[in-house]
């Protein structure tokens, strides 16, 4: 299977609650970045994992965290959503040796926080 | 100040123009230059990128970074409505940093047949 493939596309939750993401990487790609994308707003970094490692972390406070499997799929969780945490998460899967040039994004999944 | 500034659009011209698209930014350690291109429904997917200075020429498009100004800029010729779409510039200090993007706001562009 190519390309990378994230669940669910869309996602509907209440203020408070926790929400898990997923993320399948392209094949053979070991490192996985998660990006969140407000509307009308480029992408920002959370984190990136490598090997099941986090490999770096954006501006995002610890209720954001995330999981990377054997298998390099990835999980992002969220605890405590609050209502400006809607918008598009996107996955993005990667070479270690073709660094930022070689992200594959997926569609992302978008979530409303109401 | 936001280390990667775009105008946000919205951009619209008819079929066949000629397009520009610019960034500027304040992080003086950048050395990868992307742009992006993001369809409606669907994640960011590279169009070109530079590596430090210069200019990149691919087709329809061009794209060009000039480091002592920070400010880059991609140029569509003869665009297409194909081409509508949002345009993320993307700028990078390096596998350093994990593999860390920061992106412009994007620019929403419409071509109009």
């Known amino acids: 299977e190519t390309g990378v493939t994230q669940s669910p596309t869309h996602l509907i939750k209440t203020r408070g609650q926790q929400v898990t993401l997923r993320c399948s990487s392209q094949?053979?790609?070991?490192?996985v970045s998660w990006y969140q994308q407000a509307l009308g707003q480029g992408p920002q970094f959370i984190f990136q994992y490598y090997r099941e490692e986090e490999n770096g972390r954006g501006n995002f406070p610890p209720r954001f965290s995330g999981l990377q499997f054997p298998n390099y799929s990835s999980e992002l969780n969220v605890n405590a959503l609050e209502l400006d945490d809607s918008a598009l998460y996107l996955c993005?899967?990667?070479?270690?040796?073709?660094?930022?040039?070689?992200?594959?994004f997926g569609s992302g999944t978008r979530l409303t926080v109401v | 100040q936001k280390e990667v500034e775009q105008d946000p659009g919205p951009l619209s011209v008819p079929e066949g123009a000629i397009v520009s698209l610019n960034c500027t930014y304040s992080n003086s350690a950048f050395q990868y230059f992307m742009w992006y291109r993001q369809y409606s429904r669907k994640g960011p997917e590279l169009l070109m990128y530079?590596?430090?200075?210069g200019n990149k020429e691919d087709g329809r498009f061009t794209a060009q970074v000039d480091k002592s100004s920070k400010y880059i800029s991609l140029f569509i010729r003869d665009s297409q409505p194909s081409d509508s779409a949002t345009y993320l510039c993307a700028m990078s200090e390096g596998d350093l940093q994990g593999g860390k993007l920061i992106f412009g706001q994007g620019t929403e562009l419409s071509v109009k047949p």
């Open positions: 094949s053979g790609h070991n490192t």
């Open positions: 993005a899967s990667s070479l270690p040796q073709s660094g930022v040039l070689g992200y594959t």
């Open positions: 530079t590596y430090s200075s």
